[in-house]
T-cell receptor, first 114, second 113 residues
Framework: AQSVSQHNHHVILSEAASLELGCNYSYGGTVNLFWYVQYPGQHLQLLLKYFSGDPLVKGIKGFEAEFIKSKFSFNLRKPSVQWSDTAEYFCAVNVRAAGNKLTFGGGTRVLVKP | KAGVTQTPRYLIKTRGQQVTLSCSPISGHRSVSWYQQTPGQGLQFLFEYFSETQRNKGNFPGRFSGRQFSNSRSEMNVSTLELGDSALYLC????????????FGNGTRLTVT
């Protein structure tokens, strides 16, 4: 069975700082990779996804992620965060062509101080 | 386009009771998945339905069940509720089965007392 680990449970940073959230998964086959964000009081929203092709994926709100197959990693980055990026971020994986069974990481709570 | 709609938003039940949660997917979406979110266990997959058939199932006891109707709407049922079933239950829909992103609803907050 696949598993997903997110290295940081909590991150606190100031506005304009750069953000990088780590995500590693364990599965030997072909996977689809996702980052979801949950803003306070809101539902989970898709930030970006990787299915195939260019391993550097750009998402909404200035976020990007890089898939490194050899490291089983899919780290999320944003060069300059804003207070509105305060949220919980979830990395998720599903096995390609095996349905919509997403395995989520434990989440990283990000607090951006104004 | 309307998003994924879950009803009710909040529920309070007593141990031993049963509960039914409802989910209306985005129009045109045929896949509906259910997840349980708790502070301790995080987001865990319950099951997925596609065209009224259960395609995937997570590691939950048989007290958790679901179904999907011909209009893609889905319900999940939890029988003989336990305190540990208190959680946010999320429904997500997508166009196809796999290889398309999930769109989540706001969830149903279930409290078991």
């Amino acid at each position: 069975a696949q598993s997903v680990s997110q290295h940081n449970h909590h991150v606190i940073l100031s506005e304009a700082a750069s953000l990088e959230l780590g995500c590693n998964y364990s599965y030997g086959g072909t996977v689809n990779l996702f980052w979801y964000v949950q803003y306070p009081g809101q539902h989970l929203q898709l930030l970006l996804k990787y299915f195939s092709g260019d391993p550097l994926v750009k998402g909404i709100k200035g976020f990007e992620a890089e898939f490194i197959k050899s490291k089983f990693s899919f780290n999320l980055r944003k060069p300059s965060v804003q207070w509105s990026d305060t949220a919980e971020y979830f990395c998720a994986v599903n096995v390609r062509a095996a349905g919509n069974k997403l395995t989520f990481g434990g989440g990283t709570r990000v607090l951006v101080k104004p | 386009k309307a998003g994924v709609t879950q009803t009710p938003r909040y529920l309070i039940k007593t141990r031993g009771q049963q509960v039914t949660l409802s989910c209306s997917p985005i129009s045109g979406h045929r896949s509906v998945s259910w997840y349980q979110q708790t502070p301790g266990q995080g987001l865990q997959f319950l099951f997925e339905y596609f065209s009224e058939t259960q395609r995937n199932k997570g590691n939950f006891p048989g007290r958790f069940s679901g179904r999907q109707f011909s209009n893609s709407r889905s319900e999940m049922n939890v029988s003989t509720l336990e305190l540990g079933d208190s959680a946010l239950y999320l429904c997500a829909s997508s166009i196809n089965q796999g290889d398309s992103p999930l769109h989540f609803g706001n969830g149903t907050r279930l409290t078991v007392t």
